[in-house]
């Protein structure tokens, strides 16, 4: 099949199945959104926390040559989600792809590495007790020491690390009322990019890139209208931070 027939079978089945709760358009533009710049053909990748793989399937659709999803479900992830897997495997007949239910901590790679590394949503959940902690205790700072470390290892020289997820701060919980466009975020378990960025910077990834989420739906005018900071923080919060796997010395604090 070829790659844009198997693209809109794939925006096919995710959003009829609910894997993406908006429409076609919207998904196409917030995937075009979130890898932009990223050369997919011939590389590997890991989607940590990647739920039913609505990521890893796109990446593998775009000539990845392996994607490995880890979504630990028994942790106390969303009910379901390896069955979904399966269901895209089966109707979309890629062999690149694969799930593993563990947790990061407990991933073994051997001596694999990765070009591309993905974080959908997932960085604060990789130890929520000690995210919410980040800022001021010492032994949450060092139990995310050893999943940063264990991300520098898995990144390849110049590996792309791309993280999404909604800042600390927002208007609305700054106010103590719940946010009309995400009420379900808890938004103390959060951190902002800037706090994310500095951290990795001791783990051998650099040149930091914010871009701050728009509402898909109304695509390149969101981006225009919301795509900023000042925007976000009265809407969603929502960042993708990329940064690159430094090449020229393999920087791991001890």
């Not at 844009?4 to 076609?24: A, F, H, R």
């Not at 593998?60 to 106390?76: D, N, Q």
């Not at 792809?97 to 974080?119: E, H, K, M």
Request: glycine share 6%.
């Amino acid at each position: 099949m070829k790659k844009n027939d198997l693209i809109n079978k794939y925006l096919d089945i995710v959003t009829t199945k609910g894997i993406w709760s908006g429409s076609k358009a919207s998904l196409r533009f917030y995937l075009d959104y979130l890898f932009r710049d990223i050369s997919f053909a011939g590389k590997s990748m890991l989607d940590v926390g990647g739920g039913s793989g609505l990521y890893s399937f796109y990446g593998a659709i775009m000539e990845v040559k392996e994607v490995i999803c880890l979504e630990p479900e028994l942790e106390g992830s969303t009910k379901g989600v390896s069955d979904k897997f399966k269901q895209l495997s089966a109707s979309l007949s890629l062999s690149n792809v694969s799930l593993q239910p563990v947790r990061f901590q407990d991933f073994d790679a051997g001596d694999q590495t990765f070009d591309i590394i993905l974080l959908h949503n997932s960085i604060n959940h990789l130890d929520e007790e000690a995210c919410i902690k980040l800022q001021y205790d010492d032994d949450a700072r060092n139990r995310y020491k050893f999943i940063l470390q264990k991300l520098s290892k898995l990144a390849a020289p110049g590996a792309k690390l791309i993280i999404a997820d909604c800042s600390r701060y927002n208007f609305f919980p700054s106010l103590g009322i719940r946010n009309p466009f995400a009420p379900t975020i808890e938004w103390h378990k959060h951190q902002s990019p800037e706090f994310w960025s500095n951290m990795l910077l001791n783990y051998g990834f650099v040149n930091p890139k914010v871009r701050w989420t728009s509402f898909s739906n109304l695509r390149k005018v969101g981006t225009l209208l919301f795509g900023n900071r000042f925007a976000s923080y009265f809407l969603t919060s929502h960042f993708v931070l990329v940064m690159d796997k430094n090449i020229s010395k393999n920087l791991v604090q001890k």
